[in-house]
């Protein structure tokens, strides 16, 4: 009898460990002081400058949930939940949407890898790990309006395991209308896949993706065309060296007027210093050229931080962006269209052909 009742507890204790379950709160706060330079009077006849507070310029502030159960065998159950806002208002990054930028649940097994179900950041937020700075506010995102920036809902994802120094990531967004591309509401259909090969000497990353408009269209190389991304990371001891070439290209544009890009070329290049185990320099250059008389434009750009401990940092950036004559490309990433007052509010792009220039000095914490 005892013998069936020490196997019985074992039973059930050996159960209730294969099933271990974990809740993790996470999140980052970050804010600071900026200052612009060139931006556009409210008439659009001149150029002017401000100081204000901010958040997110060298990260996006935000917290999450994230879970794991486990099934036992090297299975998982995943969840994540992310949201951003900003740490000057309180207010959400996405009005009426607490978890904007994930929300998913899905299987993770160590051998077979990841799949999702839900809202996530698109994939092409991929090109983050060969932008210096990390796709912040004044990079790579700025030259190309905020195309890598997007979340995508309705989808279905799969990360692969590591192989050989490979891995493999995929990502399928429905539209969930009566058509399958997108009939006008809500969004479009958006796919994209990319692949990784990582080594302690460098990391190669080739991606392809498609972001439709509502209507299933690719008519807008900012908004709703095809991306193609090569990059690579050189890891040099102290310096991480990095290089980039991305295109944007749309279908079905016609009879677009001169100034109406249909495609864009954009390259960049800088490094990370990683000067002491607290202090980080970073250095980089972004280039665009919008075909169609759209124009070109560099952002030059420095920057750094300095870890007061392993989750507080100072930030600081440095930049500018200087316009060919028939472009108007902003630090940040403006929509498409004249700066100043518009009948949408105002837009900070420069006066075609200026430039712009910004400061921005912050602390960010990590938890």
């Known amino acids: 009898m005892k013998k069936a009742l020490l196997a019985a507890a074992l039973l059930v204790f050996g159960t209730a460990a294969q099933a271990q379950s974990s809740v993790t709160l996470y999140g980052r706060l970050d804010a600071g002081f900026e200052y612009m330079s060139g931006l556009p009077n409210t008439g659009y006849s001149g150029s002017t400058s ?64 990841t799949f999702l179900l839900g809202r996530e950041l698109f994939i092409s937020n991929g090109l983050w790990d060969f932008d210096p700075f990390g796709q912040s506010s004044w990079s790579s995102a700025s030259l190309v309006r905020g195309r890598n920036w997007p979340q995508s809902s309705n989808n279905v994802s799969y990360q692969s395991a590591k192989f050989g120094g490979f891995d493999v990531y995929g990502q399928y967004s429905l539209s969930n209308t009566t058509s399958w591309n997108g009939n006008g509401t809500g969004s479009g259909r958006a796919d994209g896949l990319q692949v990784t090969y990582t080594t302690s000497l460098f990391q190669v990353r080739g991606l392809y993706d498609e972001l439709r408009s509502a209507n299933g269209q690719l008519n807008n190389p900012f908004t709703a065309s095809r991306e193609y991304f090569a990059g690579v990371n050189l890891f040099l001891g102290q310096f991480k060296v990095s290089a980039v070439y991305q295109a944007s290209r749309t279908s079905g544009m016609t009879g677009t007027s001169a100034g109406t890009p249909t495609t864009t070329d954009q390259e960049w290049a800088g490094f990370t210093w990683q000067a002491t185990p607290a202090a980080a320099l970073i250095a980089a250059v972004y280039h665009v050229n919008a075909n169609n008389g759209g124009g070109n434009a560099n952002i030059y750009s420095i920057g750094g931080s300095y870890n007061l401990s392993k989750r507080t940092l100072l930030d600081f950036q440095v930049a500018t962006v200087r316009n060919s004559k028939s472009a108007n490309f902003g630090l940040d990433a403006n929509t498409e269209g004249s700066g100043g007052t518009t009948t949408s509010g105002y837009n900070e792009n420069p006066l075609y052909g200026h430039s712009q220039s910004g400061v921005y000095m912050g602390i960010q914490h990590s938890f």
Request: net charge negative; proline share 0%.
């Open 50 to 113: 401000r100081v204000r507070a901010e958040s997110g310029d060298f990260g996006t502030s935000l917290w999450g949930l994230k879970g794991v159960e486990d099934l036992g065998g090297g299975t998982k159950a995943v969840f994540q939940l992310e949201g951003s806002f900003s740490t000057t208002t309180g207010a959400l990054g996405s009005s009426g949407s607490i978890w904007n930028r994930w929300a998913t649940v899905g299987i993770a097994n160590d051998q077979y890898g």
